[in-house]
């Protein structure tokens, strides 16, 4: 089975409102590689409907 070696992705940070340090999981998970994401994509709307939409249409002939 391949290992694969991935760095921790969690930051730390300070609330500077409240003074508060809270763990953000997964912060700078994708540094130094690009996200393509599609045209039209709505990350406001749940991405895997959006995504389901897509696949379900009929093609075009």
Do not use: W
């Not at 991405?47 to 696949?55: R, S």
């Amino acid at each position: 089975m391949a290992q694969l070696k991935t760095k921790p992705s969690n930051m730390t940070v300070r609330n500077s409102r409240t003074g508060q340090f809270v763990t953000v999981k997964g912060a700078g998970a994708l540094k130094g590689q690009a996200l393509s994401l599609k045209p039209g994509l709505d990350l406001t709307k749940p991405i895997a409907q959006q995504a389901l939409k897509d696949i379900h249409k009929p093609k075009a002939e």
